[in-house]
């Protein structure tokens, strides 16, 4: 898992999604797979993923 990065994640109102993660699903963990999700969005979704500059 890429430790470093950060997400900014807004879904808005009327956005559904559906997340699992490696805990829910051990057998994600053998491909390398920490979460999985699948989004349904609508306006106001909003997702920003970054890697802050290194100290």
Sequence with gaps: M??????????GKRTR????SSKQVPEMTGHGIE?????????GFFLRVTRPPSL
Excluded at 2 to 11: F, G, K, V
Excluded at 35 to 43: F, K, T
Aim: proline content about 0%.
């Design 2 to 11: 890429h430790l470093d990065l950060r997400e900014t994640h807004m879904i």
């Design 17 to 20: 999604e559906q997340i699992v």
């Design 35 to 43: 979460l999985a999700g699948i989004s349904e969005a609508r306006r």
